[in-house]
């Protein structure tokens, strides 16, 4: 309980947002609950599972173990803005043309992990598609599907190389 | 690029024209949930929502003496501090009991504890407050006075006279027990040229999905109605439930799912904490949410697995199998998990060891105890991996003692592909299985003979390879033998209703429920198939008690085999139905009319005669222009349930590939292969990700998944940093391969996927990890999970 509040201003999706907010409120509860943005989701609220990620000034984050009072004046994204502005469309179609989602909980927070990685440009190994994807956990799929995802969206944007 | 749009097709006899099985189409759901526009039940907001968060007994035993609310209803933003004993005035307790598993017994569970708490983390206290924050603020301010009791913790001591009784009602600590003698088993052992005995271990885990356990119920006391939108397997299963213990009827009930963020058999059960939130809703006269965080998902979800198994096995000379002897021991919670119990893993372990084997002798004991902690129950494959684990583990046991190769002795034992219709020595029916074939292919797949080389050549050089492989069989498509003839109002039949609109588009209606599995893109092919239309004019609802047909849900891989022959079969009325009306427009005989694409034609030519919209139009606009009489019917139900054999079983083989750090004790996965036999296959991709999913959740169990419990009953690991799920860097590349077997029971002839890959992949490691070990003379590990402290153990390094 606070008796507290504090107003903050900041960007989310291109969108100006102005809140009052308790101190003690994450960043993901921020969105879901003041913005009604429940695209990123609440896994473990402890900074483990990732389903939570979002970006702030451009960088990945857990939306779990950031407050929204830290987040005066940023740019904050989520898995709606990039999908509205159309920012990550080929991953999004390529996880639903290789079923790389099953139960979709963790797929906005995955997708966004790996556009980090993709947006670095290059094709990466497969093993090093694994390693930047293992803060985010997924229950359904075995991962794998998820790395041929990402795989031929590197190989895509890299001019259809292989 | 390893995507494909539509892979090759694996035309079956169904195959005509719109024919969608055997082929991967993509499913029909998934934008919305790569956009973040899933609706999951803890995204779901009503007018006048409240929250409830609970008070948890530290303790895993305890006396409640005294409750102290007084400060927590004076907190900020609470509306209500709700008791045990005021539960019982709106909601009756429950007994986890089936009359089939013969003995069982459980006591009476509460929606909250009313006297005693009976596992660290069970709820003594109700806080609802208007957010979730401020009913977290109010638990902190109950207080709760407990008198610890002593707490029975091991379960090979549940049983002695020295151990309290959890339940004095019950007079001892047994939950349930099962024996069974086949054959002539000790004749048997004293005829084998080598025994293997040994006892295997699993660790107690859960299923951890990531969206944790979900439910908004809203009470409505203008229409005397109860809306409970809940992250279950089975709406249908909980309309019944939420009803019978609030006195009300069925039809007062509707239970929506909507989205659900990972199931694995953890959402299929009855929660105490879920039937509080409904009876305070009932309570409140206003919607409540209960979410549970991921401290009470560790502490209260179902786990499973708590299994110890000592295991024999005989083995002539040549490889024969002698007989199978098992003896397992299982500590459940405090309370057999309603409506399902909490024995039927053990059964199931009783029903499956052995299984894949030709051997007729063999003896099994199945004992289990009540414990003060978490409550287990069903989880992925249900006794399988234990079973399987067990059997696969002696089989490599007994072909290193004898010196067989692995693939080899199995050759020898499995039973026969032409020996169908057959059973096993436990009892169970199978109807057409493929084990030889489904080795031949794995051999084939992973080229054993060039990996055996490159493992040798590496040996040389000091680093360890290992190669273990597990035979299993899985039961799916359950018939009422699983769930109905115990008298639980679990429905093992489903239904689908598909309706053709006015514009000349399908809609289905099916009882099975979406958990991610791709059951929608399955019912789609099977009606788009059946009837005749494109699948982009299919749309699918499920997961809704008002709307869809009473249905069991999804669990024991039962969704596309009996659903999917519901769809089609109701596919096929539809399409019967629209040839009357075509042939009554057309002044042609129904007969020689099809349905291809969406256009009525003509059979024998293909030429188009009338498209679906406007043979639509027709009969809902222009009735009065069809002869008199006449009456279309567009809209048509099916139903269908398993009633040749109690389970549809499928098989296959799996084969891990792995290596030791022999230094460190860490094992890196290298590859992993399943081969299996669904029957039809309706979507090649879905299965194939059922089972990599599947594999990864065993391979959880195998080496990393275990709640860790103290001897007071306190878990030690309830959280995501210290209980370890499989990461993606640790996971290999997993090869699927195919047997096709279809079941006569059905026309699909389609049977279930969805734990295959749980079932054999922590039997396969075992063997695989052991068999890297072996040159160096290691004790063969049998303790899951197979942590790099107890691979040390076993190397003597530690």
């Known amino acids: 309980m606070s008796a507290h509040t504090m107003d903050i201003s900041l960007t989310v999706n291109g969108e100006a947002v102005n809140e009052r907010v308790e101190p003690r409120m994450t960043l ?77 909980f963790c797929t906005p927070a995955m997708l966004l992990t790996a556009q980090e990685l993709l947006k670095a440009g290059g094709v990466p190994s497969r093993d090093e598609i694994r390693e930047h994807i293992s803060g985010n956990y997924c229950r359904c799929t075995g991962y794998h599907a998820i790395i041929d995802a990402m795989e031929s969206v590197a190989q895509a944007r890299a001019g259809g190389k292989k | 690029m390893k995507i494909v749009d539509d892979s090759p097709p694996v035309l079956s006899a169904l195959d005509r024209p719109n024919s969608y099985i055997g082929r991967s189409v993509p499913r029909p759901n998934l934008a919305r949930l790569t956009q973040g526009r899933g609706q999951y039940i803890s995204d779901v907001v009503l007018p006048r929502m409240a929250h409830v968060a609970f008070v948890r007994s530290p303790h895993a035993h305890a006396r409640i003496k005294k409750i102290d609310a007084a400060k927590a209803k004076k907190s900020p933003g609470v509306i209500a501090v709700v ?130 356990r979900a439910v908004v119920a809203d009470w409505n006391p203008g229409e005397q109605r109860m809306t409970v939108y809940h992250g279950t397997q089975a709406p249908h299963m909980m309309q019944n439930l939420f009803a019978k213990h609030l006195a009300l009827q069925e039809h007062q009930v509707r239970v929506l799912t909507k ?28 919607p409540v949410k209960f979410v549970a965080d991921r401290i009470e998902s560790f502490v209260t979800d179902i786990h499973a697995r708590d299994h110890r198994v000592k295991a024999k096995l005989g083995v002539k000379k040549d490889g024969t199998f002698t007989a199978f002897e098992i003896d397992d021991l299982t500590g459940i919670g405090p309370y057999s998990v309603y409506p399902r119990t909490s024995g039927i893993e053990a059964n199931q372990i009783v029903n ?69 219709p057959t059973g096993s020595a436990s009892g169970l029916k199978f109807e057409q299985l493929s084990h030889h074939e489904a080795l031949a292919h794995l051999d084939a797949m992973m080229n054993y003979a060039g990996l055996r080389a490159e493992q040798a050549k590496l040996r040389e050089k000091g680093i360890y390879r290992g190669i273990g492989f597990a035979s299993f069989i899985e039961v799916t498509n359950p018939s009422a033998a699983f769930y109905g003839v115990g008298g639980a109002r679990i429905t093992s039949q489903d239904g689908a209703t598909v309706k053709l609109d006015a514009t000349g588009a399908i809609s289905i209606h099916s009882g099975v429920t979406e958990q991610g599995q791709g059951a929608e893109a399955v019912m ?28 069991g849900g ?32 057309l002044q042609a ?50 139903h269908y349930v398993p ?87 640790e996971m290999p590349d997993i090869e699927v391969g195919h047997v096709v077997s279809p079941t006569a029971d059905s026309e699909l002839g389609a049977k279930g996927a969805g734990e295959a890959g749980t079932a054999g992949a922590p039997g396969c490691v075992m063997n695989a990890i052991n068999d890297a070990l072996r040159p160096l003379g290691a004790k063969p590990l049998t303790d899951m999970p197979f942590t790099p402290g107890k691979i040390l153990l076993a190397l003597g390094r530690v």
């Open chain 2, 524 to 551: 789609a092919q099977c009606v788009a198939s059946a009837f005749g239309v494109p699948l982009d004019k299919v749309r699918v609802v499920t997961g809704d008690t008002d709307n869809v047909p009473y249905g």
């Open chain 2, 83 to 212: 008791t045990g004993p005021e539960f019982t005035k709106v909601m009756t307790p429950w007994v986890g009991v089936l009359t089939h598993l013969k003995g069982i017994k459980s006591a009476p569970q509460y929606p909250i504890a009313t006297e005693r708490a009976c596992w660290q983390g069970e709820a003594v206290c109700a806080v609802v407050a208007r957010t979730r924050a401020e009913a977290e603020d109010g638990c902190e301010l109950v207080e709760v006075t407990y008198e610890a009791l002593k707490a029975v913790t091991d379960p090979e001591t549940a049983l002695d006279k020295a151990t309290p009784v959890i339940h004095p009602d019950l007079g001892d600590n047994l939950c349930f027990e099962r024996s069974l003698d086949a054959g002539a088993v000790d004749k048997a052992f004293a005829e084998s040229d080598a025994i293997v005995e040994t006892t295997f271990v699993f660790g107690r885990h859960t299923g951890v999905t990531n969206e944790p």
């Open chain 2, 352 to 420: 499956l060891t052995g299984g894949p084997y030709k051997c007729p002798n063999y003896r099994a004991r199945a004992r289990v105890v009540f414990q003060n902690k978490n409550v287990m129950c069903q989880y992925r494959a249900v006794g399988h991996p234990i079973a399987c684990a067990v059997t696969e583990g002696l089989v490599e046991l007994a072909a290193a003692k004898i010196g067989m190769d692995p693939l080899e002795i199995r050759r020898r034992n499995l039973i026969a592909d032409d020996a169908y």
């Open chain 1, 28 to 104: 993901v509860d921020f969105l879901r609950e003041n913005l009604s943005l429940t695209g990123s989701h609440v896994g473990c609220e402890h900074g483990v599972c990732g389903a939570c990620t979002v970006r702030v000034d451009g960088v990945v984050v857990r939306g779990c173990l950031m407050l929204a009072a830290q987040c005066e004046g940023a740019k904050v994204e989520t898995i709606e803005g990039v999908s509205d502005n159309g920012e990550i469309a080929d991953l999004q179609i390529a996880f639903e043309q290789r079923n790389a989602l099953q139960c979709g």
């Open chain 2, 259 to 286: 989205d659900v963020g990972g199931s694995f058999g953890i959402k299929v059960h009855t929660y105490a904490d879920e039937m509080a939130t409904v009876a305070l809703s009932k309570l409140l006269k206003r």
């Open chain 2, 643 to 729: 009633r040749a054999w109690p389970f549809a079983f499928t098989n296959g083989i799996q084969a891990s590939y792995l290596e030791v750090d022999t230094d460190t004790g860490f094992v890196k996965l290298l590859k992993h292969w399943c081969v299996e036999d669904c029957g039809t296959i309706i979507n090649p991709q879905l299965v194939d990700e059922q089972v990599r999913g599947g594999v990864v959740q065993g391979l959880g169990g195998a080496l990393f998944e275990q709640c860790l419990y103290d001897e007071r009953g306190q878990m030690l690991n309830g959280n995501m940093a210290d209980y370890l799920v499989p990461m993606a860097v």
């Open chain 2, 554 to 585: 999804t669990w024991a891989s039962r969704a596309a085999g009996i659903g999917g022959e519901a769809a089609w079969q109701a596919g096929k009325a539809l399409r019967q139905n629209v040839l009357a009306v075509a042939g009554s427009i």
């Open chain 2, 589 to 638: 005989k129904p007969e020689d009319l099809d349905i291809r694409g969406g256009i009525v034609v003509d059979k024998s030519t293909g030429t188009e005669r009338l498209p679906l919209d406007e043979l639509a139009r027709v009969a809902y606009f222009r009735p009065d222009t069809l002869p008199p009489g006449f009456q279309a019917e567009l809209m048509a139900t099916r």
